[in-house]
């Protein structure tokens, strides 16, 4: 065997085993990694989320903390038949299967009550209407408030004895009362309103444009034409009989006429 086919041989052995030596580090990596992954990720390890509403946030953590679970307050609602702070969801939900370090965002109950805007109904909807849309805004409602007016109609919304403004916000869940017309309407007040100052009388005194009313007309008065006898006059006294009393005329005075100095008091005779 010459030297250079036994150079060629070592070299070819040399070659084989670095090859060999890689794949032998490449499988030790794969495996290194992925039990490092499933170290990381607890693949395999799952609890269950445990049942928490209604408890309070410091209580609930205790639980958490004991399966490996991690918990975080992230937003409030508000439920009034609910302790104020407890918790009322959670995500993941209760029951759930999770693995170990996983962050459960809770939802707790506010402590006061969040305000919102009455919807408008006053004056302008049925009780109907607005019982519908006070609930869906979330309040509660009594039994309504009778008021003279048109039956079945809002008048007014009532919160603690007091009636709302338009535009106003109170807390959720509160109660409210609906003022609603009972069907007894005073005519009399709106015929004296609309009337007021518009009427017009003729010549006669009579109505030139009457507001018609429900009232039945009473009847126009005809005005009655008394006739007076003629007086007689007085027969003349006996002493006065035939003699006829005679009215003077006063005459105009006539203005003096001023006399000729040239002329004599006898009128033929000239100086």
């Given at each position: ?74 937003t409030t609602s508000y439920r009034k038949d609910m302790p104020s702070g407890c918790i009322l969801e959670l995500t993941p939900e209760?029951g759930e299967k999770v693995k170990k370090g996983r962050i459960i965002f809770l939802t707790i109950n506010s402590i006061d009550a ?33 008021v003279k007016g048109e039956l079945d109609w809002v008048y007014g919304v009532l919160y603690n004895g007091r009636r709302i403004m ?106």
């Amino acid at each position: 065997m010459t030297l250079n086919k036994l150079s060629s041989l070592s070299a070819n052995r040399f070659f084989w085993i670095n090859i060999a030596a890689m794949v032998v580090v490449a499988l030790l990596l794969g495996i290194i990694v992925f039990k490092g992954l499933d170290v990381y990720t607890h693949h395999g390890e799952e609890v269950i989320v445990p049942d928490v509403k209604g408890m309070m946030p410091n209580q609930a953590e205790k639980m958490f903390r004991d399966r490996g679970l991690i918990a975080k307050v992230v937003t409030t609602s508000y439920r009034k038949d609910m302790p104020s702070g407890c918790i009322l969801e959670l995500t993941p939900e209760s029951g759930e299967k999770v693995k170990k370090g996983r962050i459960i965002f809770l939802t707790i109950n506010s402590i006061d009550a969040p305000l919102r805007e009455v919807p408008d109904v006053t004056e302008n909807s049925s009780a109907r209407e607005a019982e519908a849309q006070l609930l869906t805004a979330g309040f509660h409602l009594t039994p309504n408030q009778l008021v003279k007016g048109e039956l079945d109609w809002v008048y007014g919304v009532l919160y603690n004895g007091r009636r709302i403004m338009t535009g106003e916000k109170i807390p959720v869940g509160s109660i409210l009362t609906l003022q609603i017309g009972n069907g007894d309407v005073d005519m009399s007040e709106n015929d004296s309103a609309a009337t007021d100052g518009s009427i017009m009388l003729n010549e006669e005194g009579e109505e030139s444009n009457p507001t018609p009313t429900n009232e039945p007309k009473a009847a126009k008065a005809t005005p009655v034409k008394v006739k007076t006898a003629p007086t007689k006059a007085a027969p003349p006294n006996k002493e006065n009989n035939g003699i006829k009393k005679t009215q003077t005329k006063q005459q105009p005075t006539k203005k003096a006429t001023p006399k000729n100095p040239h002329k004599n008091d006898n009128s033929n005779e000239w100086f």
